[in-house]
């Protein structure tokens, strides 16, 4: 494992995701080089590095918060980010398992600003490419020669159970009117804030961290995680397509039950129950009803709601951060990358 550089004074969160880039994108292509051709075509498609005939492409590949997360949680327990950098890899391959899976399940046309894999090579291989993702994030973990990679690979092998777990909880409310606000928060606490919550603590055991700091640390990515899904609901409503890569008005064109909608519609108020018939309607919504529709979200006081709970998480995920005795520039790196990742217009 090459070395990477220890910054000397604090980065800011655009740096650190830059840093973290270039330390996975070797990782990331030496095992999609493993992949049989057909596989490898899909895969290196989906992460923008070709076109659909395997040109090369400046297509976007996300910006990889979870594993910064991860060479950042290494550093914050004193370790040597170049020891977490397996991990951090296979947290990413694992989330980009979860990400062709989902845009084949939610049906959605674009990601990244580009068609979705889906919509390029068919389901079935889509299907399959993003079985190839998540066995090569455990191959990743495996093969690091770490001494926690075998702690490491049950702990993603948790998360991704609890992923899954997720998905399906996010798949049923579909066929329910009688989902809460409740379930829905638990929903995005297994799928999304699980695999936050693994980079973190993955990061924090490859770096050599006391359990107290890889609980702390594991607490801390779960928090930002569910406040990440509060942020990314908000922008399936109010996005800008141009940065989300997403139409406007996304979510409620699908009638996805996600947090603020949910919190407005059992809200009690006039707006609530308005929004609760109209999204329950077999027959499309027209562009302007979807705007009358986002603007009950907003009326009814669900936008609002989830803004104050991307707050309250931060809030926490700091505690949990300055509980856990950790080297303070990382710290301060760790909750720098946590407010980019649920600032608000991003």
């Known amino acids: 494992m090459t070395g990477i550089d220890v910054p000397t004074t604090r980065r800011t969160a655009g740096e650190v995701l830059a840093w973290s880039r270039v330390a996975i994108t070797p990782v990331l292509h030496e095992a999609v080089d493993t992949l049989p051709a057909s596989t490898r075509l899909v895969v290196g498609y989906h992460f923008g590095w070709w076109d659909a005939a395997g040109r090369t492409a400046r297509g976007g590949s996300g910006k990889a918060i979870r594993p910064a997360f991860t060479l950042l949680a290494a550093e914050a327990v004193g370790g040597d980010a170049a020891q977490a950098v397996t991990a951090a890899a296979a947290v990413e391959l694992a989330h980009n398992h979860s990400l062709v899976h989902d845009d084949v399940m939610d049906r959605d046309a674009t990601r990244r600003h ?6 390029v090579f068919g389901v079935n291989n889509a299907i399959q490419a ?9 191959d990743v973990l495996a093969g690091s020669g770490h001494p926690a990679a075998t702690r490491g690979s049950r702990m993603l092998t948790a998360a991704v159970l609890a992923l899954v777990d997720g998905q399906a909880a996010d798949m049923a409310f579909e066929q329910r009117t009688d ?26 055991a490859f770096g050599g961290g006391r359990p107290a700091q890889v609980k702390h640390l594991r607490a801390f990515g779960e928090d930002v995680g569910v406040a990440f899904q509060h942020v990314d609901d908000l922008l399936g409503i109010w996005g800008d397509p141009a940065v989300t890569g ?3 008005h996304s979510d409620l064109r699908n009638r996805k039950k996600s947090l603020p909608v949910l919190a407005a519609m059992r809200s009690g108020t006039p707006a609530g129950r308005e929004l609760a018939a109209l999204y329950h309607r077999d027959d499309d919504l027209s562009a302007a009803e979807l705007r009358h529709v986002a603007d009950l979200v907003t009326d009814a006081g ?6 104050g709970q991307v707050d309250t998480l931060l809030a926490r995920a700091r505690y949990h951060l300055r509980a856990a005795g950790l080297v303070a520039r990382a710290a301060d790196e ?13």
Not at 114 to 119: D, K, N, S, V
Not at 179 to 204: F, I, N, P, Y
Not at 302 to 307: D, I, K, P
């Open 302 to 307: 669900g936008r609002a709601w989830s803004q």
């Open 114 to 119: 580009r068609p979705t894999a889906w919509t």
């Open 179 to 204: 989902v809460d606000v409740a379930e829905c928060v638990r929903m995005s606490t297994t799928k999304t804030g699980a695999l936050m919550a693994c980079a973190c603590a993955l990061g924090a």
């Open 334 to 346: 760790l909750f720098a990358l946590a407010e980019l990742a649920t600032h608000r217009d991003h």
């Open 130 to 138: 993003g079985d190839a993702l998540l066995a090569l994030a455990f």
């Open 246 to 248: 997403k139409p406007i």
